[in-house]
């Protein structure tokens, strides 16, 4: 069970979590916007098979993220993304085990310094992506989205992706809503994504935003993903809880501020962090 989580410590980064966006919402032709991410987040604990918290070796990373969607069409999106990654994880005890055994067999004094865990600092994921409009049904309006991922060998193992190029499709459901005269809206996206390192994965995203005063938006997102096959750790399943806020310092430049943390799960680590991005729209 413990060196299950450790696995995914290492190589499954759960569930990414992504800025707000358009969600089902499509661009006007012509129009877009671009979001400039960073993420600073560790995880010293992980969820077990039993989802409950245990020890396992820490990890820290950084992130920073271009997502870009453009209006080409009234009825069609298009977004894209891209980012740099720097992974920088301790040594299991499985690490150190080895390295003591190394050194037996080679007649070496054997060292008490602790062997390096594992490492990655390069480009991060790729992806590229379509978004149509099906339907509007009073206020609501149900959207579909397609799109592939890929990354470097390298990069696969702290990406959740087991193969170079993986798909990701997703059903869209938003709606603008008032809360005590408040503007605020609602976007659900249920989705499906191609080969993570534990098998295929069902994903659920949630957003709901609240405007308390015109130039502040208020974010409460909720990313999911769910392995049911199972892979090296078996069943594995995720969730990450994010709480931003976002000021329009104009009409087409917006700064957000937030925290993410993982706050259930089997199999997947117990990640938290800050987030911050610069939102520009043309």
Same mark, same amino acid.
């Given at each position: 069970?413990?060196?299950?989580?450790?696995?995914?410590?290492?190589?499954?980064?759960?569930?990414?979590?992504?800025?707000?966006?358009?969600?089902?919402?499509?661009?006007?032709?012509?129009?877009?916007?671009?979001?400039?991410?960073?993420?600073?987040?560790?995880?010293?604990?992980?969820?077990?098979? %039993?989802?409950?918290?245990?020890?396992?070796?820490?990890?820290?990373?950084?992130?920073?993220?271009?997502?870009?969607?453009?209006?080409?069409?009234?009825?069609?999106?298009?977004?894209?993304?891209?980012?740099?990654?720097?992974?920088?994880?301790?040594?299991?005890?499985?690490?150190?085990?080895?390295?003591?055994?190394?050194?037996?067999?080679?007649?070496?004094?054997?060292?008490?310094?602790?062997?390096?865990?594992?490492?990655?600092?390069?480009?991060?994921?790729?992806?590229?992506?379509?978004?149509?409009?099906?339907?509007?049904?009073?206020?609501?309006?149900?959207?579909?989205?397609?799109?592939?991922?890929?990354?470097?060998?390298?990069?696969?193992?702290?990406?959740?992706?087991?193969?170079?190029?993986?798909?990701?499709?997703?059903?869209?459901?938003?709606?603008?809503?008032?809360?005590?005269?408040?503007?605020?809206?609602?976007?659900?996206?249920?989705?499906?994504?191609?080969?993570?390192? %534990?098998?295929?994965?069902?994903?659920?995203?949630?957003?709901?935003?609240?405007?308390?005063?015109?130039?502040?938006?208020?974010?409460?997102?909720?990313?999911?993903?769910?392995?049911?096959?199972?892979?090296?750790?078996?069943?594995?399943?995720?969730?990450?809880?994010?709480?931003?806020?976002?000021?329009?310092?104009?009409?087409?430049?917006?700064?957000?501020?937030?925290?993410?943390?993982?706050?259930?799960?089997? %199999?997947?680590?117990?990640?938290?962090?800050?987030?911050?991005?610069?939102?520009?729209?043309?």
């Amino acid at each position: 069970m413990r060196a299950s989580a450790t696995f995914i410590v290492f190589c499954v980064t759960a569930v990414a979590a992504q800025p707000a966006c358009g969600g089902a919402w499509l661009m006007p032709q012509g129009e877009g916007q671009a979001i400039l991410a960073t993420t600073f987040a560790d995880a010293r604990k992980a969820y077990d098979a %039993n989802g409950r918290l245990i020890e396992t070796p820490s990890y820290r990373k950084f992130e920073t993220r271009v997502y870009v969607e453009h209006g080409v069409l009234d009825w069609l999106t298009v977004v894209a993304e891209g980012g740099y990654m720097n992974f920088s994880g301790a040594a299991g005890p499985f690490d150190r085990l080895n390295l003591l055994i190394d050194e037996a067999k080679a007649g070496l004094p054997l060292s008490l310094q602790t062997p390096p865990g594992p490492r990655y600092e390069g480009l991060g994921l790729g992806a590229l992506g379509a978004r149509t409009r099906l339907f509007a049904w009073g206020d609501y309006i149900v959207s579909l989205q397609a799109g592939v991922r890929a990354a470097s060998p390298a990069a696969r193992r702290f990406l959740d992706m087991r193969d170079a190029v993986q798909g990701d499709s997703r059903l869209l459901v938003g709606r603008p809503f008032e809360l005590f005269g408040l503007p605020g809206f609602i976007d659900a996206q249920l989705g499906y994504r191609s080969r993570g390192q %534990n098998g295929d994965e069902i994903r659920a995203d949630f957003t709901a935003g609240l405007r308390p005063l015109p130039p502040i938006l208020l974010l409460a997102q909720s990313y999911s993903g769910f392995a049911p096959r199972g892979g090296p750790a078996g069943v594995v399943a995720a969730q990450k809880f994010q709480l931003s806020a976002v000021y329009d310092v104009s009409a087409s430049l917006s700064l957000q501020i937030g925290a993410i943390a993982a706050i259930g799960g089997v %199999n997947s680590p117990a990640e938290r962090g800050l987030i911050s991005a610069l939102w520009w729209r043309y």
